[in-house]
């Protein structure tokens, strides 16, 4: 893909939703850190559905440590692998309540030295709290990232590092919005919707439907 073709796929996707936004449901910086930890291989939906009866009460870590742990496995049961993600939510509230007096860190190292956060988790964070150009890549932006031939790599790192590279300086700070929300509504994994992809005659995959 050509450097007009990037400046042009972004600009349909930014045409088509200037304001994109994580469809995960959250108003303080802890439950946002928290969602994103509890939406690893689960939809948004399931994450949404467990934290709207908890988030009204469980604004901070503090919260989250007063509510405990066997009350917090049984609130978010529904969730794939919620046994370990509760057991990282609690140490993650424990560290922040100890070493950041609270309050959800802006670094990377910080972030990443939480339990249960890893980089895609610590991107998304650092994107939408602070507004740091990061690029998060879930298996949705791995999957348009390669297929469409923006950014091609065999590892998220990869294509991560790609895309930091591929996307025009003006669209990185949402680039990982649209690339999400383009692979979870239309870019999908077993039935891409060509036909009503905005950006299909700029594709690899794509032109071959044309």
């Known amino acids: 893909m050509t450097p007009a073709?990037?400046?042009?796929?972004?600009?349909?996707?930014?045409?088509?939703?200037?304001?994109?936004?994580?469809?995960?449901?959250?108003?303080?910086?802890?439950?946002?850190l928290l969602a994103v930890l509890l939406s690893a291989q689960s939809t948004d939906v399931g994450v949404n559905r467990v934290t709207a009866p908890l988030f009204p009460t469980l604004r901070g870590p503090q919260d989250l440590l007063a509510l405990g742990l066997a009350a917090f496995e049984q609130a978010i049961r529904t969730l794939g692998l919620y046994r370990a993600k509760a057991r990282h939510a609690l140490e993650m509230a424990k560290l922040l309540v100890e070493r950041h007096e609270g309050q959800v860190p802006e670094t990377r190292g910080e972030l990443e030295a939480l339990p249960g956060v890893g980089r895609k988790t610590a991107n998304v964070v650092l994107n939408i709290l602070y507004g740091h150009p990061t690029i998060a890549v879930d298996t949705h932006v791995f999957r348009v990232a390669n297929r469409t031939g923006l950014a091609r790599g065999t590892t998220p790192l990869a294509v991560e590092q790609a895309l930091l590279r591929a996307v025009p300086a003006p669209?990185?700070?949402?680039?990982?919005?649209?690339?999400?929300?383009?692979?979870?509504?239309?870019?999908?994994?077993?039935?891409?919707?060509?036909?009503?992809?905005?950006?299909?005659?700029?594709?690899?995959?794509?032109?071959?439907?044309?």
């Open 171 to 210: 669209f990185l700070q949402h680039a990982h919005h649209w690339l999400i929300l383009q692979g979870r509504h239309v870019c999908q994994a077993r039935a891409p919707r060509c036909g009503v992809c905005p950006i299909q005659d700029l594709c690899d995959t794509g032109k071959i439907h044309v």
């Open 5 to 32: 073709q990037r400046q042009q796929l972004f600009e349909r996707l930014a045409h088509a939703n200037p304001h994109p936004a994580t469809e995960l449901v959250w108003h303080t910086p802890f439950q946002l």
